[in-house]
């Protein structure tokens, strides 16, 4: 898989591309980046692109729900955030799906689409 990701300042958006396969320890790894990049401030939103991307065979529940344990654990740097998950194929929208289920009890507004209009117009970007 390739996950690249870009901060917006003006926007105060991350942006995430995922293409390929998608291993969830890898969208990890690259959350981890995030949180670490200088120019990442508390509050930032973050559009995710998944539309070239479908879960890996080894996707899982287990791992979903270690992701979402990964997310809350660095809730605190985060701060009060809102996720659009734009992800056209069905794997990978149910997955986002389950996903945003795990972690709605987060200061994390999680919403998925297939649409790419509605996901940027439900953030604003």
């Given at each position: 898989?390739?996950?690249?990701?870009?901060?917006?300042k003006e926007l105060k958006t991350i942006f995430v591309v995922a293409k390929g396969n998608i291993e969830l320890e890898e969208?990890?790894?690259?959350?981890?980046?995030?949180?670490?990049?200088?120019?990442?401030?508390?509050?930032?939103?973050?559009?995710?692109?998944?539309?070239?991307?479908?879960?890996?065979?080894?996707?899982?529940?287990?791992?979903?729900?270690?992701?979402?344990?990964?997310?809350?654990?660095?809730?605190?740097?985060?701060?009060?955030?809102?996720?659009?998950?734009?992800?056209?194929?069905?794997?990978?929208?149910?997955?986002?799906?389950?996903?945003?289920?795990?972690?709605?009890?987060?200061?994390?507004?999680?919403?998925?689409?297939?649409?790419?209009?509605?996901?940027?117009?439900?953030?604003?970007?």
């Open positions: 898989m390739s996950t690249s990701h870009r901060i917006d969208l990890i790894e690259d959350e981890k980046k995030i949180l670490n990049n200088p120019e990442f401030e508390k509050g930032y939103n973050k559009y995710v692109d998944f539309s070239e991307a479908k879960p890996s065979q080894n996707a899982d529940y287990e791992k979903i729900k270690m992701t979402a344990e990964f997310i809350r654990s660095t809730q605190n740097s985060r701060g009060k955030c809102k996720w659009s998950i734009y992800a056209p194929n069905v794997d990978a929208y149910n997955y986002s799906k389950l996903f945003a289920q795990l972690t709605k009890e987060l200061e994390l507004e999680t919403k998925v689409f297939i649409s790419e209009r509605e996901a940027r117009e439900w953030l604003g970007v």
